[in-house]
Nanobody, 128 residues
Framework: EVQLVESGGGSVQTGGSLRLSCVADGPYFLTVCMAWFRQSPGKAREAVATFNTHLKAQAYANTVKGRFTISRDAINDTLYLHMNSLQRDDAATYFC?????????????????????WGQGTQVTVSS
């Protein structure tokens, strides 16, 4: 079973930057798709960015395009989320997710229910 552990969360001021990390442990799929989701109190969990490790393709939610960058260090099995120009609306608990790329074509990769493996989450706070 795949185990995911996030880290790097913290408190930053509006306009600041932060880098989140997700370390994988355990068996992996031949072709794995990974993603970052976030959830704020009273809101549903939403996908922020996705990464197809086979195609090395990236996709972003419209709310973070141009500000966030998703990447992966294959040697260390670590997924990153570089966040720039942070806004108050970006404050949330961020989760790392993983699943076989089968069934994650196009927009399907943005659906929470498509992923089986999740990390515990890391909190991001943005102040002005």
């Amino acid at each position: 079973e795949v185990q995911l552990v996030e880290s790097g969360g913290g408190s930053v001021q509006t306009g600041g930057s932060l880098r989140l990390s997700c370390v994988a442990d355990g068996p992996y799929f031949l072709t794995v798709c990974m993603a970052w989701f976030r959830q704020s109190p009273g809101k549903a969990r939403e996908a922020v960015a996705t990464f197809n490790t086979h195609l090395k393709a990236q996709a972003y939610a419209n709310t973070v395009k141009g500000r966030f960058t998703i990447s992966r260090d294959a040697i260390n099995d670590t997924l990153y989320l570089h966040m720039n120009s942070l806004q108050r609306d970006d404050a949330a608990t961020y989760f790392c997710a993983a699943e076989s790329c089968t069934g994650l074509h196009g927009a399907l990769a943005f659906l929470e229910g498509r992923y089986r493996f999740w990390g515990q989450g890391t909190q991001v706070t943005v102040s002005s």
